[in-house]
DNA sequence: ATAGGGTTAG
């Protein structure tokens, strides 16, 4: 039985033949019968308590002091001592004034020794206020004042800590080598080396020389500001003084060239000297950690056999040393197996062992596993520590948990923690990565109010703020803000900047930044490498992309899979198909993941070859890669594009039952999809599914489904589906206004555009080009010309441009209406702003003016209309010809048929209609014959009006039944 | 009881 098993068993039977023994209770223990009886007891609970406190059980600690002070035991001087001792180095601090006050009550006399160890307590709980009264009112000796100073130091207060030397002068409290050593690693730890070594040298004046622990700290110092030339240059004048290194010495040392990187170094040093001073756990554990750092999992294997070969046992902190490498090079697995083995050889895990774990767990996504772990840590009552904390809050931001997250913050300021830069950073990064800027900001400038450093790490965090929010002016202002505070950008900046410039399509500034980071020194990386290929590919500088690319490749710099899945991307855009699948083949070396495959599918999708992207996607589900949300939406979004939307329809399902929950992406694409190509009724359904499911539509899926209203002419659905939407969570902003406007202006309903109209002004939106345009084409089409003009002039009046498709508008509803008087005038207006015709205002013109047989306008119109380039259509071909033929003048009719042709237009049905009544007008009975035959074998059939002139110009008396007869026999039709 | 070395976080 192990011995705290053996204690509980014991403590539990103790409390039970107390409780419920024979004789009365509890007035029996108050007073207990015999002193020597209650000296057992007292000593019994304080073994009881420590043991508690030992294996981190706080509440039971806490519950057995309790009880035992219930039960009025009172414990010797030594025994009180003792206790308060444990109760401060267990973690249970909160616990020690508590405790020294219940001593207090017991024995009155002084007590030093009580009292340091409570002034001790008050500095770990940062109340140096409280510490100090206890130093200054009443006895003190130079313990307590080094613990105060310690407890100065300890929170960045070296100035104030060496302050009190000459307090302790004037009270006469003598100083020691550990005031002195206190105060060095106080000023280390601020980075004041040159101080520490003034301090060093007051002290040796005063006949306080340095020993071995002053040259350590020092040392120390020097390795934390990676000054490994003078670290060693520290250990030879050590020598010098007769000060030989010890295990600790080469400990920093070693830790030092690790942190460097020359591990190498680190390992020659300990081969010449370890016969000299004994490595040690801590030797081993550091180059163990090490290697794990630098993710040679293997050298650090290597140190593990010679440390277990070597006798040394290894720790809780070697053991976290090897779970962390494990886990960080991806071995999840292994890593957690060890964590198991270790508790199984009896090393119990503490806060650091849990935090690297968790820390693993949730930057790997296991959110089962994760509270599997945190509800062991509670139970077992292992107390976090602010690196605990940090990791918490920092997972907590990625997982998206952002309330939960800001909760950690505010619990990390309520306990006796401090927040760090590490803290301050991952607050900034995931309120940023939640869209509170305002928070980031905030963060910020807490962190400068309170002195704490912003690294590199911070300031790239924020600046990535900004350019997820395309607010790159802050994102240089923060630049610059970082290096006028001597924080200079490092790859990672530059990185994020230049995505963000190339993101906005400002190249220039993207590739300054990438001379800017040369210049400083900085070689490009892979990163860097994928950056600049994507953002100068997609800013149409193909060839600039390919040749870095190529460089790169010259330079032998190891691209990645994600970079093979950008050149992919960029060779298949490019047209370049095939050397885009000699590329697949390359990547057989590389393990393809899942977003190449993505990208591959993708690819086959935009070549229209939706069998082929469904054959590598059953490749990639063999290769053993679940498809992900993207690999569905890609599939769907093409087959909707082939109108295949049964396929769409089932490859959505199949996603819902392989487990994979449709996101609002998803839920988008198909909606739209569905929408698009006439499957209204699935797509509303549909859209009732994903209101369940808490999702918001897009914009761009309004549109859609608005627009399938439209085309099925289902007006009364438009206004209820586009509440729905905005229930659903759809932001009205003006597009969305705009989508409604148009669509319910194209069905004619502009009562209900301008009453939609109306709850968009009021709701402090402002209509632009585009509402107004909705508006005003409403109104033309409608018939409405004089509401029309009128949404035009308050168009202007509220300072909104009009454009060509506002005149265009404009114009057609003049000409529909014959009014071309009116729009030559307003056509002069249009080119008045600077304005010229397109291609539909000069279809407006020339068909308009032929309407009304203006035939000089109307050709005039056509032949400015082809000389600026613009091709008439059929329509307006139609409309031209048929004012010629209509009176006769087949000539020029014939003149333009052949000019249709000539520009790849075809005549249609109506062309042959306008063409053969002309013939018949003139009772050219060759040509209609001949358009009749042509006409026929495109598969046209004569409009009734058609047949009608034939009969009425060909029919002599007596003639007219057999030419009916002769259409009828010719194109089958009934009526003549 | 107070001082030096190893593991975790951005």
Redesign the pocket.
């Known amino acids: 039985m192990n011995p705290l098993k053996r204690i509980k068993t014991l403590a539990i039977s103790n409390c039970k033949s107390l409780l419920y023994s024979s004789s009365s209770s509890s007035h029996h223990f108050q007073n207990p019968s015999s002193p020597s009886k209650s000296h057992l007891y007292s000593s019994f609970f304080c073994t009881l308590i420590q043991t508690f406190l030992s294996c981190y059980r706080f509440t039971q600690a806490l519950n057995s002091f309790l009880f035992m002070r219930s039960l009025g035991l009172n414990p010797t001087v030594h025994q009180w001592n003792h206790l308060l ?1 444990r109760f401060n180095a267990s973690g249970l601090v909160s616990e020690v004034p508590n405790v020294y006050s219940e001593l207090i009550k017991c024995h009155q006399s002084s007590n ?2 009580a009292r ?2 409570l002034i ?1 307590a008050f500095c770990k709980m940062r109340m140096l206020d409280m510490a100090l009264e206890v130093a200054r009112d009443g006895e003190a ?3 307590s004042y ?2 105060v100073i ?1 407890g100065f130091c300890d929170n960045g207060m070296v100035t104030s800590a060496v302050g009190f030397l000459s307090e302790m002068f004037k009270r006469g409290v003598g100083m020691n ?2 005031s002195c ?2 105060l060095l ?1 106080g000023l280390c730890d601020e980075g004041m080396l040159d101080e520490s070594e003034s301090l060093m040298n007051m002290f040796v004046c005063w006949g306080i020389g340095r ?3 002053g040259f ?2 020092l040392l ?1 110092g020097h390795c934390k500001l990676k000054a490994m030339d003078e670290a060693m240059g520290l250990v030879e004048s050590m020598k010098g003084e007769g000060i030989s290194p ?4 080469y ?2 040392l070693f ?1 030092g060239f690790c942190r460097v990187g020359e591990l190498d170094k680190a390992e020659g040093l300990m081969d010449v000297e370890k016969d000299g001073f004994g490595p ?4 081993y ?2 180059f163990i ?1 090490g290697y794990c ?1 630098r993710k040679q999992l293997d050298k650090a294997c290597l140190f593990y056999k010679e440390m277990v070969t070597s006798g040394i046992l290894p ?4 053991y ?2 090897l779970i ?1 490498g494990l886990c ?1 090079s991806g071995q999840l697995l292994k890593g957690y197996s060890l964590f198991r083995r270790m508790e199984k050889m009896g090393i119990t895990a ?4 849990y ?2 774990i968790i ?1 693993t767990l949730f930057k790997s996504g296991k959110p089962r596993e994760l509270s599997i772990i945190q509800g062991e840590m509670v139970v077992r009552g292992i107390i976090l ?4 904390h ?2 918490l809050l ?1 997972g907590l931001f990625k997982t998206g948990m952002v309330d939960e997250a800001e909760k950690v913050f505010k619990h990390i300021s309520s306990l006796q923690f401090k927040p ?4 301050y ?2 607050l900034i ?1 995931g309120r940023c990565k939640a869209e509170d800027l305002k928070g980031a900001e905030l963060a910020l400038s807490e962190m400068q109010n309170r002195s704490i450093c912003r ?4 300031y790239s ?1 924020i600046i990535c703020g900004y350019v997820r929010n395309g607010m790159l002016d802050m994102a240089v202002d923060i630049m610059n803000k970082m290096k006028d505070e001597h924080v200079f950008p490092n790859i990672v900046t530059y990185c994020t900047l230049m995505d963000g410039f190339f993101k906005m399509g400002k190249l220039e500034e993207a590739l300054d930044l990438y001379e800017e980071m040369l210049k400083e020194g900085i070689d490009a990386n892979k990163f860097i490498v994928d950056v600049l290929y994507n953002g100068l590919r997609k800013n149409g500088s193909m060839k600039k992309a390919e040749t870095i690319l190529r460089y790169m490749l010259e330079k032998g710099l190891p691209l990645d899979c994600v970079n093979y899945t950008s050149l992919m991307d960029g060779l298949f855009k490019q047209g370049k198909i095939e050397d885009a699948f000699k590329l697949e083949l390359l990547m057989k070396n590389l393990v393809p993941d899942v977003i190449f495959y993505n990208v591959f599918i993708n690819c086959h999708c935009l070549l229209g070859e939706s069998g082929q992207a469904k054959s590598i996607f059953y490749e990639m589900k063999n290769m053993g890669l679940s498809p992900d949300n993207a690999t569905y939406n890609i599939l769907i979004s093409a087959h909707c594009k082939e109108k295949k939307l049964d396929e769409a329809l089932e490859l959505f399902h199949e996603m819902n039952s392989t487990g994979l929950m449709p996101n609002a992406i998803n839920y988008n694409t198909l909606v739209g999809g569905l929408s698009q190509h006439g499957n209204l009724t699935k797509a509303v359904d549909l859209l009732n599914e994903m209101a369940v499911a808490g999702f918001c539509p897009s914009p761009s899926t309004h549109r859609k489904v608005l627009l399938a209203c439209s085309n099925l002419k289902r007006a009364d659905s438009i206004l209820q589906l586009h509440e729905q939407m905005v229930q659903m969570g759809l932001r009205p902003d003006r597009a969305v206004y705009n989508a409604l406007i148009h669509v319910l202006c194209t069905l004619g309903m502009t009562q209900k555009a301008t009453v939609v109209f109306k709850e968009m002004l009021g709701k402090g939106i402002a209509g632009d080009t585009m509402t107004f345009n909705a508006l005003i084409l409403g109104h033309c089409r409608s018939g409405h010309l004089d509401k029309a003009f009128d949404t035009y002039s308050q168009m202007l009046l509220v300072g909104v441009t009009p454009n060509i498709a506002t005149y265009n508008s404009l114009l057609g509803g003049l000409s529909a209406a014959g009014r071309m008087e009116e729009v030559d005038r307003l056509l002069h207006e249009m080119q008045n702003k600077g304005l010229a015709p397109d291609g539909i205002t000069y279809n407006i013109l020339v068909s308009g003016h032929a309407k009304i047989s203006d035939k000089k306008k109307s050709v005039l119109f056509y032949c400015e209309m082809v000389r600026n380039g613009f091709v008439p259509t059929i329509g307006t071909y139609n409309v031209l010809i048929s004012n010629f033929a209509n009176v006769g003048m087949m000539t020029p009719a014939k003149e333009l048929l052949n000019e249709l042709q000539k520009r790849g237009l075809s005549p249609n049905s109506s062309t042959y209609d306008i063409l053969i009544s002309g013939w018949s007008r003139l009772s050219n009975e060759t040509e209609v014959k001949r358009l009749l035959k042509e006409m026929g074998e495109k598969g046209f059939v004569p409009a009734a009006s058609t047949n009608r002139s034939i009969a009425r110009f060909f029919a002599r008396p007596g003639k007219k039944k057999q030419a009916q007869k002769l259409l009828s026999k010719m194109y089958n039709v009934k009526d003549g």
């Open positions: 001792f030093l020794f340091n160890v001790h000796d130079v313990v080094n613990t310690w080598t550990i050593n206190t690693k020993d071995i622990v350590n700290t120390s010890d295990v600790v010495t400990n920093t830790h040690n756990a801590i030797t554990t550091t950690g750092k720790d809780v902190v070697t976290s040393a962390n960080k503490n806060h650091v062992s935090s690297t820390d520590d602010l690196v605990s940090t990791i920092d760090n830069h590490f803290t950073t991952a990064d690294t590199v790490v911070t965090s």
